[in-house]
């Protein structure tokens, strides 16, 4: 027998771990006698003694889809909102200087300014650009119609 295949070790681990369940359930230990009494608390409490068998398969598997879905939104979503939460607390209760109106406000006539600068630059370095390449064009062409006169 080849051990070393996957399949295998699976199949041995299974029947295992069935030897080790049926076993411990044939000699009830501490562990398994709380089990079933939390067993039978939870059957009597949501009075699922009372229902068919698949009924209680499908209240079971329900329950279980619901409490697995609160669980993943829980674990996945939960820290995010704690964070902003406890950002915006921190906010309301402490504030924070950079974010008042007044230096929003001079924040944003700095860009303005710098952003109008800048407009002022290009605006300069185009007509600089046009006026040279007019000059050029103008002067190439009364060069041409004014014949040259010879000394």
Do not use: C
Request: aromatic share 14%; net charge neutral; proline share 3%.
């Amino acid at each position: 027998m080849d051990f070393s295949d996957s399949t295998t070790q699976y199949t041995l681990g299974i029947a295992t771990l069935a030897l080790l369940a049926a076993y411990f359930l044939l000699q009830p230990t501490g562990l398994v006698k709380w089990l079933q009494k939390k067993n039978y608390q939870y059957e009597v409490t949501f009075s699922l003694y009372m229902l068919t068998p698949t009924e209680k398969f499908v209240f079971n598997s329900i329950a279980f889809l619901s409490l697995s879905m609160l669980t993943l939104a829980t674990i996945m979503y939960l820290p995010d909102h704690v964070m902003t939460i406890s950002r915006r607390t921190y906010y309301y209760f402490a504030g924070d200087g950079s974010s008042s109106p007044r230096s929003a406000a001079e924040n944003l006539y700095g860009t303005a300014t710098r952003a109008a600068g800048w407009a002022q630059t290009a605006y300069q370095a185009a007509m600089n650009r046009t006026v040279a390449e007019v000059a050029q064009e103008v002067a190439t062409k009364a060069a041409e119609q004014v014949p040259l006169e010879a000394n």
